[in-house]
């Protein structure tokens, strides 16, 4: 059955080919489609369109076929074009004539539109309680091993002295970073674009407002139009966000990759966590790592394939449009498991000690020489000079941890800093669950 079955038969082949993956991708949406639905019954009452037992009778069958969802047992039928049809199709075989009522007003195009704003509201704010762990457990290691010394690297050559420390909770801070741009993000998607129909309105009197507050929005998508050209825009503004994450947990991968490797040894896994090669016996490899690194990459490519997707798409509903939930929605699962199974390494990661009393690190001491003579008065670029000279037959006298003071400096990680305004921008995100909006939803029943 198609919505738009007008008594000629389609012709299976395209409808197999315009559906596409929708029959897959769109049990996502299931839940919130049912959802944005009973908001939809409740207003179509408000505002006269159907009466309070028919109202009733509406939320009802809603209900029930979120309850038959919940256990796993509502699918997309063969021959139905998406999870829109289907729940229509349910609808008018619980009720008859009355289920039929329930597309007054609406078009799939605002009805997709509300469906997966309310679902990447929900995946931010669950991708953002695992980023919050990651944190948590960054600025712990970064906090157990501020001590612990290490030499910070530029250009891939030996610089200056750094620490366990430092580097754990630079990767932490780089999520309180990301998680601003996932709050953007969300803030960007919290506006309701049901109602505004296929992009141009409709004459009938719908109350935009009581929507919105019923699916818990800030506010209206105003512009009709606009609603339709956001698909795409509000997908591109959450992909920068996941992409921003994706980077941070690259970066931290290839250095895991490098300072678990024979040559550096700083640090080192139990067995059990690394892998090994079907030829040579020695091998452990950091493959979780790699795959971090190898998928967020990958990820990090969405904010320009959703650019390539819509770039030349003229204004209005295109069906190019149903291919961005795919791309997104996987991002959601890649980047999650990521970060998963990145937190269960980090639960067994093993750090060496005394890593810079390696003669080889003698020269990442040298700037601090140069301090040394400042301090003493003589101008840096004499100092410079009078050190550089030295750095071939010298050794210099080591500094540590505490003769760094300054904040963001070893000796001074300010750690809690940043864990307060990790924990302010964490504030952003929080919503009802599907199941907590269904039942209030029925509420509604007179
Ligand atoms: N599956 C479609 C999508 O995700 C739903 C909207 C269909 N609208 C239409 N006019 N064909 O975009």
């Known amino acids: 059955m198609k919505l738009w079955e007008k008594g000629i038969n ?15 991708t769109d049990l996502h949406l299931t839940k919130w489609d049912i959802v944005g639905s009973m908001a939809h019954v409740i207003m179509l009452n408000d505002v006269g369109l159907v009466n309070d037992e028919e109202q009733n009778e ?16 509502l699918v997309i039928e063969n021959g139905m074009e998406d999870i829109h049809s289907q729940i229509e199709k349910e609808m008018a075989s619980i009720l008859g004539t009355t289920g039929k009522k329930i597309h007054t007003g609406r078009s799939r195009n605002d009805q997709v539109l509300v469906d997966i704003r309310l679902y990447t509201r929900e995946e931010i704010d669950k991708l953002a309680l695992l980023t919050e762990k990651l944190f948590s457990r960054l600025q712990a290691l970064s906090n157990q091993y501020k001590d612990v010394l ?17 580097w754990f909770g630079a990767y932490a801070e780089s999520l309180c970073d990301d998680i601003l741009l996932l709050c953007t993000a969300r803030e960007l998607n919290n506006r309701n674009p049901l109602g505004t129909a296929a992009g141009f309105g409709t004459t009938l009197p719908l109350n935009r407002k009581l929507t919105s507050e019923l699916l818990e929005f800030d506010d ?62 020695q091998k452990r490899n950091p493959d979780v790592f790699e795959l971090i690194r190898g998928r967020s990459n990958i990820i990090q490519t ?12 003229p204004s209005g509903y295109n069906r190019d449009l149903q291919l961005l939930k795919e791309i997104v929605f996987d991002a959601f699962d890649d980047l999650s498991e990521c970060i998963e199974i990145m937190l ?33 008065g003589i101008p840096f670029r004499d100092a410079y000079k009078a050190v550089a000279d030295l750095v071939k037959n010298s050794s210099f006298s080591r500094t540590s941890v505490k ?28 919503n009802k669950t599907a199941a907590e909006m269904a039942e209030k939803m029925m509420g509604y029943v007179k």
């Open 220 to 281: 209206l998508l105003y512009n009709s139009a606009y609603a339709s050209l956001s698909r795409g825009k509000v997908e591109m503004a959450i992909a920068s966000a996941l992409a921003s994450l994706a980077q941070t947990l690259s970066r931290f991968s290839m250095d895991i990759c490098m300072y678990i490797s024979a040559e550096y040894r700083f640090i080192d896994f139990p067995d059990e966590y690394v892998t090994g090669s079907s030829i040579m016996p």
């Open 403 to 430: 003769d760094y003071v300054h904040e963001g400096s070893i000796g001074n990680l300010c750690n809690s800093e940043i864990a307060a305004i990790f924990e302010e921008r964490m504030k952003c995100f929080s």
């Open 344 to 376: 269960l390494m980090l639960r067994n990661i093993k750090v060496r000690r005394n890593i810079t009393e390696n003669p080889l690190y003698n020269t990442i001491f040298s700037t601090e020489e140069v301090n040394r003579l400042v301090k003493e």
């Open 150 to 166: 290490l030499p910070g690297y530029t250009h891939m050559q030996p610089a200056m002295l750094s620490s366990f420390g430092l």
């Open 58 to 73: 509406m939320l009802k069958a809603l209900h029930s076929l979120f309850e038959v969802d919940e256990k796993g047992n």
């Open 10 to 24: 389609p012709e299976p082949a395209i409808i197999e080919f315009t559906s596409g993956r929708d029959r897959k």
């Open 302 to 313: 969405l904010p320009n394939r959703i650019a390539m997707l819509t770039s030349n798409l």
